[in-house]
């Protein structure tokens, strides 16, 4: 069968390459570039602890060491400290990386991959596509044509395979405008991010809002200054100034030695695309959604895209395509973003108002403060990963149902598990591989080799209703899971959102729930109790 053809060699159409290389999918990543990225230390992400997890388990590579984890977090209101947030094992801070630093990963894991082409210097020009398959042609020194069976559009904000597609792209333009610049310095907060809104040395003009400083390794900081509605030119003489400025009224008086690096205008749009899939052709990161206003991470966004979509496409790649699987690749995704930006939308007008009654309302600078917190820090509504609790592959009414601290269609926690082999791992380095994950919470287990419980209790009647279903699924075993009771079993789809958890083992409502996630019947009557206990028992044989 043909590759899947990836347009655009940004942070999500690598990783997107990367996840499918590990379903044994093969791809073939169009980059219009020389196949490497300059520099740009201005240019940083802010990366939760699922994203990083997911890029470090398909790359191979620690990040923490390519990145910022910061110590604290600290929101200031002129001179006032309003929040302060210490970092530590149970509440780990965000990585701050520099966004070359993170596709140079990417690349080095993609040139050890031999399921993935980079055909580079090849600029995208046209797409066509029937019932079998994608052809793309490209431009460049070697202009040729690709042909593939699906074709994901990661090209960016001003994607070509959107506008083939003709697919409209509407929303608001420069949501908020920031000066940034990047610099060596020794600031008085080390490896503390800091929030500074009104700081006392601007007392008036509406530029006097706020300040985000980020730490990065070695002594970097990256400072972003909001900046007024309109568009004034930035000079490199603002720049300076407001640098020099700001890291004066930070040491009390002493403007302290710095360094330079790099400076820019970041610009926050709200975009969503109209569709994300047309037949064969799909639309992720960038080139499908564009936010990040409040703090956020638009990038994060993307690459939960690409965890969302690989392993539909791995499935259909493999077993043939169903169309309500790849469907809900747009009903899932495209929702969350709706989410996200209607969260900042309600809130934009509370922090960017510059007045009215709720200024005077009691307690309200604080409130708001955290708000914005929140989307710095990926809390809250504004920074929370999206659940899909309205996806088309959630299963209908199961009679088995348990209540447990993730509802259906959240991100799982991340607990420790025994694997099939016996070795103890991460809940979430088992995902990304394709396969569905049936746990079970059997507190105790962990203080006896697997080889005594494997065949004890309710484990065989398990093991053999997981060989049954209509995927593969792997079997895991955990000692407890926040809200768990025992013996309950949960379903975890690939990319680690929950489908389901049942009280007990109950085989007719783990095929259900797996035959939805699959994108098949939805019904919880899709298996009866005695189809699923003869197939189980086959299974088993």
């Not at 960016?156 to 940034?180: M, N």
């Not at 699959?518 to 009866?528: M, S, V």
Request: hydrophobic share 40%.
């Amino acid at each position: 069968m043909d590759p899947v053809i990836i347009t655009g060699a940004g942070p999500v159409g690598l990783t997107l390459a990367l996840a499918l290389a590990r379903q044994e999918v093969p791809c073939v990543v169009l980059d219009e570039g020389p196949g490497k990225d300059e520099p740009r230390p201005a240019r940083t992400v802010l990366l939760r602890e699922d994203t990083v997890a997911l890029l470090e388990r398909l790359t191979g590579t620690p990040l923490t060491g390519l990145g910022s984890r910061w110590a604290g977090w600290r929101s200031m209101r002129r001179k006032q400290v309003i929040r302060e947030v210490e970092f530590g094992d149970t509440d780990p801070a965000p990585l701050h990386i520099a966004q070359h630093e993170l596709t140079g990963a990417l690349r080095t894991a993609l040139a050890r991959e031999s399921l993935v082409k980079v055909a580079v210097d090849s600029r995208l020009d046209g797409i066509e596509q029937e019932s079998s398959g994608v052809t793309a042609h490209t431009r460049g020194p070697s202009g040729t044509w690709w042909r593939g069976s699906y074709l994901v559009g990661c090209d960016g904000p001003r994607s070509t395979v959107r506008k083939l597609q003709d697919i409209r792209f509407p929303g608001r333009t420069a949501v908020e405008r920031y000066a940034v610049a990047t610099l060596r310095t020794e600031l008085p907060w080390a490896d503390e991010a800091l929030l500074h809104r009104m700081p006392p040395w601007r007392t008036s003009g509406p530029s006097a809002g706020e300040i985000v400083g980020r730490p990065l390794p070695d002594g970097v900081w990256r400072l972003d200054w909001l900046l007024p509605p309109g568009k004034d030119l930035v000079t490199p003489e603002l720049l300076v100034n407001r640098v020099r400025e700001t890291l004066t009224g930070w040491a009390e008086g002493v403007t302290p030695a710095y360094e330079l690096l790099d400076t820019g205008v970041h610009t926050v749009h709200h975009r969503l695309a109209r569709r994300w899939r047309v037949g064969r052709v799909f639309l992720a990161g960038d080139a499908a959604h564009l936010s990040g206003a409040l703090g956020t991470q638009g990038l994060e966004e993307g690459l939960r895209d690409a965890d969302n979509l690989a392993w539909k496409l791995a499935l259909a790649w493999h077993h043939g395509p169903r169309d309500s699987l790849l469907d809900s690749y747009q009903g899932e995704r495209r929702a969350a973003i709706v989410a996200r930006l209607r969260a900042a939308d309600q809130v934009l007008p509370l922090l960017r108002g510059g007045g009215g009654l709720r200024s005077y309302v009691p307690g309200s600078s604080r409130g708001n403060d955290t708000l914005l917190a929140d989307g710095h820090l990926g809390r809250g509504a504004l920074g929370t990963p999206g659940a899909y609790a309205g996806s088309p592959l959630t299963p209908g009414p199961l009679a088995g149902e348990a209540t447990v601290g993730t509802p259906p269609g959240a991100p799982v926690t991340d607990v420790r598990v025994t694997a099939e082999d016996g070795t103890f791992v991460r809940l979430r380095d088992r995902l990304g591989r394709g396969a569905l994950l049936v746990v079970l919470i059997a507190p105790g287990t962990g203080v006896w080799e697997r080889k005594h419980w494997v065949t004890a209790g309710i484990m065989p009647r398990l093991a053999a209703a997981v060989t049954a279903l209509p995927h593969h699924a792997e079997l895991l075993v955990a000692e407890a899971y926040p809200g768990a009771a025992a013996h309950t079993v949960l379903l975890v789809r690939p990319d680690g959102h929950l489908v389901t958890a049942l009280s007990g083992v109950r085989p007719a409502d783990l095929y259900a729930a797996a035959e939805a996630a699959l994108g098949g019947a939805t019904a919880a009557a899709t298996a009866t109790e005695e189809d699923a206990e003869a197939g189980a028992a086959a299974g088993s044989r």
